[in-house]
């Protein structure tokens, strides 16, 4: 090791909790605490029977609550993530044809998991640079626009809008901004998510608020030909979540830790609460940024710089890869970029969990490595 690579961060300047990664993301100790609390009564014991139910009861209930959802909406969970979810999204919740906004690695795979599915057309894609997002465009035999709120590769966010005159669905991919970012339920038909990033809980499930437009696309399809693996089917999932269940067995500490969460974010004041959280540490990452000589936001226009994720480009002079290093050796961790983008750049979740304050250290550490490299 160099000596640089020995840098010894002052204790008085480390945040109080040193997680900084965009998912799996820090999770609160309360959260924890909680769940060994249930550890003899919920561990361990029958997904099918009232207790682990009446948890994933919370769950849903508390989504509805926290996303305000307008009579009709339903909250859908299964096992899988949200990557599993873009499958079964191939299956029942395409008709045909679909649009997709490709902005950074997660939007691009949605759009790459319907091109490689026979049943569908080749869907429309619409790019742009990465650090910035595409709009979508309003066509005739587009049956669903796929969105996504956070692009969680390259830290753009995007207003969540249904393109004017669409009559497809809007599909919202919110792995990273559910939680974390405002949104209006009446601009989605879709809002899906899995726990490991704004609801600080493990990965391996997903969960979908969804309209009464898209139940009736699941309901349509499921009673087409259409050939469909039971694990993707979302009418199963439809209609196991009306029942607090899902298909197949979940992770139940993922369901717990989730529940506390959703508790966490309504008792506190809900998405206003939550989001602001996030904007408020986004304000001190890019206010930041801004201010030194060495570092600068990668994303250019302001309005479209994440409140959960910032992505933080460094002077060609100072290796971003070694300061994560530096970082990581003395407890700070996960603030590595985002490998595919291939840029000298620090990428710092900015999840509700994680305390603005902590942010604010986070960054009097960087700049303590910087002076001493
Ligand atoms: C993390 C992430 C995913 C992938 O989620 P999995 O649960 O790992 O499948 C998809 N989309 C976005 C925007 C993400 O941030």
Redesign the pocket.
């Known amino acids: 090791m160099s000596s640089s690579e020995t840098i010894k961060i002052p204790a008085e300047l480390l945040p109080g909790d040193g997680r900084f990664g965009?998912?799996p993301s820090k999770i609160r100790m309360e959260q924890l605490h909680a769940l060994v609390a249930d550890g003899t009564t919920y561990m361990g014991t029958s997904h099918r029977q009232a207790t682990v139910r009446h948890k994933v009861g919370e769950v849903r209930e508390g989504l509805r609550a926290l996303f305000n959802l307008p009579e009709g909406y339903e909250v859908l969970l299964g096992n899988?993530?949200?990557?599993?979810?873009?499958d079964a999204a191939t299956f029942h919740l395409i008709s045909r044809h679909s649009q997709h906004l490709s902005f950074g690695e997660?939007?691009s795979?949605?759009a790459a998991a319907v091109k490689a599915a026979p049943h569908l057309c080749d869907p429309q894609v619409i790019e742009s640079p990465v650090g910035t997002h595409p709009l979508a465009v309003v066509e005739e035999d587009v049956d669903l626009y796929a969105l996504?709120?956070?692009?969680?590769?390259t830290g753009v966010m995007m207003e969540i809008q249904r393109p004017v005159g669409a009559t497809g669905l809007v599909a919202v991919?919110?792995?990273?901004?559910a939680g974390g970012l405002m949104v209006d339920p009446t601009q989605f038909d879709c809002y899906y998510?899995?726990p490991?990033?704004s609801f600080a809980s493990d990965?391996?499930?997903?969960l979908a608020l969804c309209s009464p437009a898209a139940i009736e696309r699941i309901e349509t399809l499921a009673a087409s030909d259409r050939w469909t693996p039971a694990s993707l089917d979302l009418k199963i999932a439809l209609d196991n979540s009306r029942l607090n269940q899902t298909y197949n067995t979940p992770a139940l500490a993922t369901i717990h830790m989730l529940a506390s969460q959703i508790k966490w974010m309504n008792d506190n004041g809900g998405l206003s609460f939550s989001s602001g959280r996030s904007r408020q540490s986004a304000e001190i990452l890019y206010t930041w940024a801004e201010a030194s000589d060495f570092a600068t936001p990668f994303v250019n226009n302001p309005a479209h710089r994440s409140n959960v994720?910032g992505t933080i480009d460094f002077r060609p002079d100072i290796d971003a890869t070694l300061i994560a290093k530096i970082l990581r050796a003395n407890g700070v961790v996960d603030t590595d970029p985002y490998r595919k983008l291939g840029r000298n750049q620090l990428r710092i979740a900015m999840f509700p969990s994680i305390d603005p304050e902590d942010v604010a250290s986070l960054l009097a550490c960087v700049n303590y490595v910087v002076g001493h490299l």
């Open positions: 965009s998912g899988g993530g949200t990557t599993c979810f873009w997660f939007s795979k949605f996504t709120h956070n692009e969680t590769s991919d919110a792995t990273s901004g998510f899995a490991q990033k990965g391996g499930l997903w994720v």
